[in-house]
């Protein structure tokens, strides 16, 4: 039977005002968790997260993370975990989100002051963190609220973890989750996470897989300081030049991985699968639209979306040491460090791509017959995720999207990685779903953030009417 | 018959002290030219000199460069011209040096305060613009000084040009060295210039050539901002892939350059060079030393010089617009603009140069078969400089360095460029000599730059003696 929600609907139509003063209020803390100097306030915005979870009715903990590695007179922000309702007939679903930001100054480029929530005339609200991702955050808390105003009984028990250094790192968190998801955590039945974004603009998704990535460093050394090439030119192995040449050999024009075996990594596309890209609500106009060019790799969509999603792909991002200013300096840099990373995928394992990546490398470099010095390392690694998007609680949100918005969602994957994600997964044992709210013109991370208003009052109905379905939903464990 | 220089040189080392005083307060003025706010010190540099060289009696006028290009709230400093003696049965000569200094810090790393002239207990005069270029600049004034207090008559006319701008690309000095030519300088029947360095630090030297140098910027873009690798790795051409690949094809590790009919252009050696190479004081342990590193291209001496001084080379310098800072960014950068010059030898052409490096730029662009945009231009560009050491400004020279240090000096080339060494051949039509005063190892433009004072005073003794020389030398346009 189809839940009732018709009169917790209307509540929020009620409140969307009251809802948009509290995204205004958490908007203008600056919880920038990159920036010393804005610690207080993201330890401030933590608070002001407890003293409106503990108003509502919720039972509330500041936990806190010890030191920042590497900043020891710096205090991490606490974890704000709570938990609304204890009955044990009820099944209990663990949330997440992230209540620092991105930084942001109005010089970047901003047209409104960034830590101002500005709505204008077509209800976008401009403002940092306002999608990412204050306004998920607080459609968890509104949901309550709209519920006890509409006195409709909540379907289930809310754990809530809300961590506040995501955008630095997320620093201290897994083992924070991994101790406590036999304690705290321990009721959980299924877990929602809603810091992503819709992969356009008209049609909502639920995403169950994300990319890995394995960020690698290339050293090259010889001079025992910077040269002039006016001197130098001519008579010594130049670490630029041999750099260049070893980067040349990763990847190709086409986004081919040019590293043998790698490709060999990848689960194969079955039947099942390819035939779920075809009706994803995307285009290559949609593309060409976020890219700024047409420059895409592929004419269709389908191979487009299987680029970004299911395929990994290798990125060169840099070089550190170079000369890397405007203008014409005549330098032999003496030390260069390539920075690249592989976004993987099913079945890539981190270990066999580390291997694949350095036996390549100290191939090509040998190659070369330099006199200079060669390091390759991993930087960092993350590993893919995917779920099933057939467990219950992917099918009960499915019919909470069909409720609130009149279609079926897009199932979707990611190209990025959201670590998080697999740490609950694997912490917890439970299904995780992601349960974007906001946009793909959202613009988390980049000047003019914004969250259309239509996205945040209709995403706190969706929280809620999630909740309803996945109380219902008979269990499996697809 | 040789001449008298007995006095002069007797003056030279009874006035030492004070030449050594007169380069202390030089020293004492931080005339650098690349900070705006020393300019009014670069100006008082140049009015120091003016003054010192009208107590010596000579004839000195400030020429006005008019506003700095790019800066207009700026005045460049003034080129200090002076002349010195008017007799027209004497040969007129021209000598040009720079009053301006690199910029320098103590908390750079250097060992004292880099404007205050620290001479230690080895005879090292440590102090920012001691050998680069007050330390030769003053040499003149020595000269006619120490000439007038041994009542030694001065053996030429002497022109002078002093500019305050060589550091900063030597603004405004072309211009005023042609205007000049048929007027300020228009006697001059050779030029002098001491503003290089001595191959090693034992034995001197003439220096009859240097390398040009064309630079490139290879620009490529795609999307309209930069990307997130996550989101779009796999989806879209990457610039900094197709750069990567681009420079990889234009030098190997070897130091060949791959652009098709760069070295046809060269030069072809001849026996009678090939044979000047053995002779020169230089091993591979002062390559080693200097590099600091054992990295050196080739095993042998005579092939280095060669490499450094009569074939071209080709050096990476960097990318702009690529992640450049330590630590991890998956960024895709929209647009990113690799740098790479070639150091020109005879008989290659700017525009020859330009056409075969366009050419092949685009044609590699061309190979990657991507959506990209790519742009390839030349940045600046300055000829080599080859004079004949066989005319008798040169063999003049090599007369004075044996009477003065007892031995014929190395004929050398260097691998940088002068400019202003070509401009002067160009605007007067007459030979050019670079008579260095310092050895390789006074670092001009890096920390605890000096002079030693055994350079300082000899070398003042060989500008006197090689004008004595130069004067009665017979005429030959070798
Ligand atoms: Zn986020
Ligand atoms: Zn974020
Ligand atoms: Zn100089
Ligand atoms: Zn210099």
Redo the contacts with the bound molecule.
Sequence with gaps: MAPQLDSYFKQVDTLAESFIDRLRKAVAIPSISAADEHRPDVVKMGEFLASELRNLGAHVELRPLGKQPHKEHLELPPVVVARYGEDPKKRTILVYG?YDVQPALKEDGWATEPFTLSVDDKGRMYGRGST??KGPVLGWLNAIEAHQKAGVDFPVNLLMCFEGM?EYGSEGLDDFINEEAKKFFKDADAVCIS?NYWLGTEKPCLTYGLRGCSYYSIEISGPGQDLHSGVFGGTAHEPMTDLVRVMGTLVDTAGNILIPGINDLVAPMTDDEKSLYGGIAFTMDNLYESLGSKTGLFADKERTLMGRWRYPSLSIHGVEGAFSAPGAKTVIPAKVVGKFSIRTVPDMEIEDVDKLVYDHVNKAFAALGSKNNMKVWLQHAGKWWVASPKHWNFTAAGKAVERVWGVKPDLTREGGSIPVTLTFEQATGKNVLLLPMGSSTDA?HSINEKLDKRNYIEGIKLLGAYLHYVAEEPTNEA
Excluded: N, R
């Design positions: 992230h990412d991702d995501e810091d988390a």
